[in-house]
């Protein structure tokens, strides 16, 4: 059956991978209300299209830090890809390069930051857990930067871990075949079983709960490179991040495995981009699926979005040609949404360009 859209992977990752790991990158925490709300969200705003421009040439190109990508569209930090497909993280990271966009490492990945930097060229982020052996955290950080990464992604939603039932249910571990690839040399690597999540057992012996904005600035100390805040979902936290030099935010509810009935991420878009008076640049993280839903959350005042399941379930499906689909198939859904709007560039969507409900009716400008 040939795939025509993003959705259609997750189907073919459930037949191929073990239930185990199926659960652990498809589940949310506790009730997964939020889980659903993340792309229901996306339903519930309509557009405004404009006729009649001339849309023969469109520009989809944007920076990130500086950073010249072919569309806003960029790859989430997403943990142990090995466990879907055994070329793992080295494949998305020559996807994400071969896209000409931005691939994240997450901290918890089946590869090194160093086995990620040998795939080639390619501009790539890194997510950063912070332990509680702050030398371990340098140390990783440097590292990451010793091999090319361009900016951390600090996610700051996990003091704890959310509770994931299925990963309860599962005694989910990480396959005895695989480590955690970063801390391999620092006996961090590995996974104990554990009588309920393998993964909740290892944050809570590892993750540093103190985890306050003063380590924001800490980490500011220790590296050249930008920092990125990933988890904010309020105007207030947004203003703080600013305060304690946070190069960017990225607005994320950790694809809804942390706290269950949090809004979506597209809900809370707004109210963080307005907090920030356009001083850094926000970016979306969470339910997006669809070329529509990148412009969505760019008439909303995101700099751009990441993706995190549909890389996984792509790669477990198709490996590194899976993921390169996933790439070309938003791209190519994200043109024409912009096309059928009347926008040749980034710059030309705005927020009249959608409606959304809980707006007053508007009052239409004369011409």
């Not at 497909?85 to 089946?110: C, K, Q, V």
């Not at 600035?217 to 946070?246: C, F, H, S, Y």
């Not at 269950?260 to 970016?283: C, H, M, N, W």
Request: charge should be neutral; charged fraction near 25%.
């Amino acid at each position: 059956m040939e795939i025509t859209n993003v959705t259609e992977y997750e189907a073919i990752a459930k037949e191929k991978l073990p239930k185990m790991v199926y659960d652990y990158y498809a589940s949310g925490a506790e009730d997964q209300w939020t889980l659903k709300e993340n792309r229901n969200a996306f339903a519930r705003i309509l557009f405004r299209p404009r006729i009649l421009i001339d849309v023969s040439k469109i520009d989809m190109t944007t920076t990130v830090l500086g950073f010249k990508i072919s569309m806003p569209i960029m790859v989430a930090p997403t943990a142990m890809q090995k466990m879907a497909h055994p070329e793992g993280e080295y494949a998305t990271a020559r996807a994400a390069s071969a896209a000409g966009t931005i691939m994240t490492l997450s901290s918890w990945a089946t590869s090194s930051v160093e086995e990620v930097a040998s795939t080639g060229p390619g501009i790539r982020f890194f997510q950063l857990y912070v332990y509680k052996n702050r030398k371990v955290v340098e140390q990783l950080v440097r590292r990451a930067e010793k091999s090319g990464f361009k900016a951390i992604a600090l996610t700051v939603d996990t003091p704890r871990l959310g509770r994931r039932e299925s990963d309860i249910k599962n005694r989910f571990t990480l396959p005895p075949n695989l480590t955690l690839k970063n801390f391999e040399g620092l006996d961090l690597g590995k996974m104990d079983e554990a009588n309920d999540s393998g993964l909740a057992s290892y944050v809570a012996g590892q993750i540093d709960r103190t985890l306050s904005w003063k380590d924001v600035q800490w980490l500011q100390t220790i590296t050249n490179m930008p920092i990125l805040v990933k988890g904010v979902l309020t105007g207030e936290d947004a203003r703080i991040a600013i305060q304690a030099g946070a190069a960017g935010i990225i607005v994320s509810n950790h694809g809804a495995r942390q706290l269950d009935y949090v809004p979506a991420t597209i809900s809370a878009l707004e109210e963080v981009v307005k907090a920030t008076q356009g001083r850094v640049p926000v970016f979306l993280d969470g339910g997006v699926r669809r070329g529509t839903d990148v412009f969505k959350a760019l008439a909303l005042g995101a700099s751009g979005i990441f993706i995190g399941r549909p890389v996984v379930f792509s790669l477990a499906a198709e490996g590194e040609a899976g993921v390169r689909q996933v790439l070309q198939m938003l791209r190519d859904e994200f043109e024409l949404t912009m096309a059928l709007s009347g926008c040749r560039s980034l710059s030309e969507i705005t927020r009249n360009h959608i409606i959304t409900e809980w707006e007053t009716p508007r009052h239409l400008p004369r011409l």
